[in-house]
């Protein structure tokens, strides 16, 4: 069974800090990676997601994720955080099924406070 | 319409009661999904529709939860005698066929007292 682990609950970060935030994941194949972010009182929002070629890839907002397959890992950074950053963020593996669906597998989340 | 809209925002209901949540996808998206997000932690599958199809219920909890989309656009999470256990933000989502990429709604946060 596919499982995906975050394993920062809280991360508190100064305004124009770097930010990374992890992630592991367990699946069987070639995983389909996804990052949302959830602003409060917001519907999940997708940053970037990684399917295939280029491990690094690029989203919107200035964030990046980097997939290791090495290490199980397709962790989020930022080089330089905004205010409105301030967010909960959540990991997600993808088990796309033949018949086109996907079905996601969530990271607990963890939740970033930007202080100024 | 422009986003996935879900129905009612929030809901407040008594202990044995039904419930029922509706969501509104993105027009032309074909599959639709529903995830419960408990307080703290990721969102959860429940459940998936391609069309009118239900493509998998495996995330269901237990046989008092039912979801149906009879004309493959809308679809109803109905939850029957509710329980304080059910209480949750259920997030409806949406997507192209085969694109990979889920688009979400805001949720129905249900409190069952």
């Known amino acids: 069974a596919q499982s995906v682990t975050q394993p920062d609950i809280h991360i508190t970060v100064s305004e124009g800090a770097s930010l990374e935030l992890r992630c592991n994941y367990s699946?069987?194949?070639?995983?389909?990676l996804f990052w949302y972010v959830q602003s409060p009182g917001q519907g999940l929002q997708l940053l970037l997601k990684?399917?295939?070629?280029?491990?690094l890839v690029q989203g919107i907002k200035g964030f990046e994720a980097e997939f290791k397959r090495s290490q199980s890992s397709f962790n989020l950074r930022k080089p330089s955080v905004h205010w409105s950053d301030a967010a909960e963020y959540f990991c997600?593996?993808?088990?796309?099924?033949?018949?086109?669906?996907?079905?996601?597998?969530f990271g607990g989340g963890t939740r970033v406070l930007v202080k100024p | 319409g422009a986003g996935v809209s879900q129905s009612p925002r929030y809901k407040v209901t008594k202990r044995g009661q039904d419930v029922a949540l509706r969501c509104d996808p993105i027009?032309?998206?074909?599959?639709l999904y529903w995830y419960r997000q408990a307080l703290g932690q990721g969102p959860e599958f429940l459940t998936y529709?391609?069309?009118?199809?239900?493509?998998?219920k495996s995330g269901l909890p237990n046989d008092r939860f039912s979801a149906e989309r009879p004309e493959g656009s809308i679809s109803t999470l109905t939850i029957q005698r509710t329980e304080q256990r059910d209480s949750a933000m259920y997030r409806c989502?949406?997507?192209?066929?085969?694109?990979?990429?889920?688009?979400f709604g805001e949720g129905s946060r249900l409190t069952v007292l």
């Open positions: 989502a949406s997507s192209f066929k085969g694109s990979g990429e889920l688009f």
């Open positions: 699946y069987g194949a070639t995983p389909y």
């Open positions: 990684y399917f295939s070629g280029d491990t």
């Open positions: 997600a593996v993808g088990d796309v099924i033949k018949a086109a669906g996907n079905k996601l597998t």
């Open positions: 027009s032309g998206h074909v599959s």
């Open positions: 529709f391609n069309y009118e199809a239900q493509q998998d």
